[in-house]
C-alpha cells in the first residue's frame, strides 16, 4: 500500500507564497514521476506542475510558468511546490500523485497517475 501525505497549504494573501511537500510511502513501490494537480469548487481537477525523475525534467501548467517551483527528491519519495506570486484564481485543493510508469514524457493526465495523496487546501485572499 503507498501513501501520500501533503503538507503546507493554508490561507495567504495575494502576492504571498506556500511551500507544499508530499512525502511518498509504502513498501516496493515503483515512482518514476511525481506531480501536483489541483482542484478548484466546480471545476475539473488540473495538472499543475511536476518532475520526471529519470532526468529531473520538470513540467508546468501555463498559468503558473514563472511562479511555482516543483522540486524533489527520489531517494526520499519526496516532491516539493513552491508558490510565489500566488493569485486568488489558485485557490483550490492541491493533491501531489506518482506515477509509477515510464513515458517519453512526464505526463499531464490524472489518470495517468497511480498513486494520490488527500490533498491539501490552499486559499489566497485578494
Known amino acids: 500500500q503507498v501513501q501520500l501525505v501533503e503538507s503546507g497549504g493554508g490561507l495567504v494573501q495575494a502576492g504571498g507564497s506556500l511551500r507544499l511537500s508530499c512525502a511518498a510511502s509504502?513498501?516496493?513501490?515503483?515512482?518514476?514521476?511525481m506531480a501536483w494537480f489541483r482542484q478548484a469548487p466546480g471545476k475539473e481537477r488540473e495538472f499543475v506542475a511536476g518532475?520526471?525523475?529519470?532526468?529531473?525534467?520538470?513540467r508546468y501548467t501555463d498559468s503558473v510558468k514563472g511562479r511555482f517551483t516543483s522540486s524533489g527528491d527520489n531517494a526520499k519519495n519526496t516532491v516539493y511546490l513552491q508558490m510565489n506570486s500566488l493569485k486568488p484564481e489558485d485557490t483550490a485543493v492541491y493533491y501531489c500523485?506518482?506515477?509509477?510508469?515510464?513515458?517519453?514524457?512526464?505526463?499531464?493526465?490524472?489518470?495517468?497517475?497511480?498513486?494520490w495523496g488527500q490533498g491539501t487546501q490552499v486559499t489566497v485572499s485578494s
Open positions: 518532475i520526471r525523475w529519470s532526468d529531473s525534467s520538470t
Open positions: 509504502g513498501r516496493s513501490f515503483s515512482n518514476t514521476a
Open positions: 500523485a506518482v506515477d509509477k510508469w515510464r513515458r517519453p514524457v512526464l505526463s499531464r493526465s490524472n489518470n495517468e497517475y497511480n498513486y
